[in-house]
């Protein structure tokens, strides 16, 4: 017999390209146990091609879905087709997070507010930083330096192999924003408060190339939004060179909390059972 939790209240989705390996389901689903709230929330997977179609089966109501969360490689497409994208979406151009509102199909991108929601409460008075280093100029970085600029650090710093790929960012997010190659690193971090890994560089057994953190300010932070491994080769590096730390989990769970909020009324918390659940699951994988 199904859980009339499930079966009676609201229903959200994550979907993706692939989705299978998701752990938001494991998060909300352990927020909707902890709050004794009805609804559901599960993985759909869609591929590219029919991407518009469940678009439209969301907004006419067909799909039973409430909302969801949009992941690789839909959250361009997910901008592009809601009724309703906020200006964090707007000015990203892509959107994570989807819901119905008065009936129409609203947008935002929670991905920044995740990552500062993490430092803040990893790292109390990390945004002391006057300037800041972003390692990588792909998607992962947009809402990084969106959210870095919006949280009032007067300079930030792109770093990429392609310096014309990270200029592309800079022009986008405005003034004070600039745009490096790698062979600038060593003279970009002197002095800056904040040290931000956005590429995939030592996620999963991959290789990341050794950093001097020196430069960097004696209380300076360094984090990573990758959390596979929790201790990525960069962090383990930066604690090895006596810097402060902050990994990549809390941002996965911290993003999680708005599109809860809007589907199932209450704002979830982000506590140490739920860290350590999914610590758990990723041990096991």
Known sequence: MDDSRETLGPQAFVTGF??????SPLIHGYWLKT?????????HEVAPADFSVFVDSLKSGESGFVGGNVTIPHKEMAFKLADDPDELSDELGASNTLWIEDGRLKATNTDGRGFTANLDERHSGWDRA??????????????IVQALRDRGVREI???????????ELA???GPKIYAHSMAALPDVMRGAGLFVNTTSLGMT?????RIDFSPLLPDAVVTDIVYVPL??????QAVQQGFPVVDGLGMLLHQAVPGFEKWFGRRPVVDEKLRALIIEDMDKH
């Open 205 to 209: 057994g991959e290789e990341a190339p």
């Open 35 to 43: 709050l004794g709230l009805p609804g559901s929330y599960r993985a």
């Open 171 to 173: 022009d986008r997010f």
């Open 130 to 143: 006057q300037s800041a280093v972003v390692l990588g100029a792909g998607g992962a970085s947009r809402a």
């Open 18 to 23: 692939p989705i299978k390996h998701s752990r």
């Open 231 to 236: 201790k990525t080769p960069f962090l383990t």
């Open 157 to 167: 710093h792109l770093v990429n192999r392609t310096v014309e790929r990270a200029q």
